[in-house]
């Protein structure tokens, strides 16, 4: 089990860019999870996807940003015209659909919008 | 939506000495974690406890969800114990997202 990975690890980004982010959950969780973490304060909740359904968004989630799980495994997090306010810790998490519903994070994608 | 409240905000610790950090939210929850986030921004999961009481080493926390608080104990404290300690819960609806709290900042010194 390798845990929930996450590519690229830093992504340094001029405004007006677009970037994209890549997610891949532990093999055997059927949900995954982004959020957004900006200094000094805690993750928050950006989208969720049951297997390739998305089936929650933030009102953070403007639209400039796209989620997709195509396949059910692993989750690509488009963000369109960045801007420096977007600036932050990417982050993703997974977990089962039954039983204890734990959330693993992956170690995140950190962002700088120039 | 729910919200998270953790105190204290920051602790400073000298190397040995206990600590109990809190976790009170404003409604029933079905899933609480604690986690600990290291200084590449890591979350490391200590607790997955909705409801009672968890030991694992050094660590341990409680969950009183009829009167909605939780409490993580560090005893012990190592400078290893360093980091942001986050409280994490979902309500009782039905897809888990999570709201996180926004910290504890420990600093353990030698």
């Known amino acids: 089990d390798t845990g929930v990975s996450q590519d690229p690890r830093h992504k340094i980004t001029k405004r007006g860019q677009n970037v994209t982010f890549r997610c891949d959950p532990i093999?055997?969780?059927?949900?995954l999870y982004w959020y957004r973490q900006t200094l000094g304060q805690g993750p928050e909740f950006l989208t969720y996807?049951?297997?390739?359904?998305?089936?929650?968004k933030s009102r953070l989630l403007s639209d400039r940003f796209s989620a997709e799980r195509p396949k059910g495994s692993f989750s690509t997090l488009e963000i369109q015209r960045t801007e420096q306010g977007d600036s932050a810790m990417y982050l993703c998490a997974s977990s089962t659909r039954t039983g204890e519903r734990e959330q693993f994070f992956g170690p995140g994608t950190r962002l700088t919008v120039l | 939506g729910i919200q998270v409240e953790q105190s204290p905000p920051d602790l400073i610790l000298q190397e040995g000495a206990n600590s109990t950090l809190r976790c009170n939210f404003s409604d029933s929850v079905n899933n609480l974690q604690w986690f600990h986030q290291n200084p590449w921004g890591q979350l490391i999961n200590l607790f997955y406890i909705p409801s009672g009481t968890k030991q694992n080493g050094r660590l341990s926390a409680t969950t009183v969800a009829t009167e909605r608080y939780s409490l993580l104990y560090i005893s012990s404290s190592q400078t290893t114990d360093s980091g942001v300690y986050f409280c994490?819960?979902?309500?009782?609806?039905?897809?888990?997202?999570?709201?996180f709290g926004i910290g504890t900042k420990l600093q353990v010194i030698p």
């Open positions: 996807f049951q297997n390739e359904a998305q089936l929650e």
């Open positions: 093999s055997e969780h059927n949900r």
């Open positions: 994490a819960v979902s309500d009782s609806g039905g897809y888990q997202k999570v709201t």
